[in-house]
C-alpha cells in the first residue's frame, strides 16, 4: 500500500533540493517519503537528518541488535514504512536476512537467542504507552551488554519510536525498499506479549 502523505507531498527544489535527492538516490535508491513531508519545514529537516547522521556513527551496540530493536518497536507501532527502510538497511549491512525477516514474529519463530529475545521484548517495553520496562529487564541487559550498549539500546528504541510515530501519523507506508532483499518479510504472529 502506497504512502497516503496526510499533508501534500511537497516539491523538493533548489541546490540543498538537489543534492539531497542525488544522496538519497546514491544511498537507498530513491527518495524516502518522510523527505517529502519533512521539506516542508526545512529546519526541522536539517535537524532531523543531522541527528540521524551522528545517530549512524554510534557503535557501542551490536548491529544486529540493534535492527532487531528497532524493527520490533517499529512493529509494535505499526509503522511499515520502517519495516520496510528497516529491513533494507539490514540488507545492506549485511546482517541475516533469515533472521531479520523473523523480526514481526519473534515470540514465535526459533531463530533467536535469548538475548536477542530479551532485547526485542524490552524495545516492546519501552514502546508501550505506558513504558512497561522494568528493573530487572535493564539489570538484566545491563550485566549481559554493559552500561554503554544499554544507553545506546534505550536511545535507538527512542530514536525508532520518534520515527515511527512521525511516520505512521503522516500516512506513511511500506515504499518498497526491501524489493531488493532476496527474502520477504515473515508475516507478523498470532501470539501477543
Excluded at 533540493?17 to 529546519?43: Q, S
Excluded at 517499529?74 to 525477516?101: N, P, Q
Aim: proline share 5%; charged share 25%.
Amino acid at each position: 500500500m502506497p504512502s497516503t502523505f496526510r499533508i501534500p507531498q511537497a516539491r523538493i527544489d533548489g541546490a540543498y533540493g538537489a543534492v539531497m535527492t542525488r544522496v538519497a538516490k546514491r544511498m537507498w535508491g530513491k527518495v524516502p517519503d518522510n523527505a517529502y513531508v519533512l521539506w516542508h519545514n526545512k529546519p526541522v529537516l536539517k535537524a532531523v537528518f543531522g541527528f540521524e547522521q551522528k545517530v549512524g556513527r554510534w557503535s557501542a551496540l551490536d548491529p544486529h541488535l540493534k535492527a532487531y530493536a528497532e524493527m520490533a518497536s517499529a512493529g509494535a507501532i505499526g509503522c511499515s514504512w520502517c519495516l520496510d527502510f528497516g529491513y533494507f538497511m539490514a540488507h545492506t549491512k549485511g546482517l541475516d536476512e533469515a533472521k531479520v525477516r523473523e523480526v514481526p514474529r519473534w515470540r514465535e519463530s526459533d531463530v533467536f537467542t535469548d538475548l536477542e529475545r530479551d532485547v526485542m521484548a524490552y524495545a516492546e517495553a519501552m514502546t508501550a504507552t505506558p513504558p512497561e520496562v522494568t528493573d530487572e529487564m535493564v539489570a538484566d541487559l545491563d550485566r549481559r551488554l554493559g552500561h554503554a550498549a544499554v544507553v545506546e539500546l534505550t536511545m535507538m528504541v527512542a530514536v525508532e519510536n520518534e520515527r515511527s510515530r512521525f511516520n505512521s501519523a503522516m500516512g506513511l507506508a511500506s515504499q518498497g525498499f526491501s524489493e531488493v532483499c532476496e527474502l520477504p518479510l515473515a508475516q507478523a504472529g498470532t501470539i501477543t506479549a
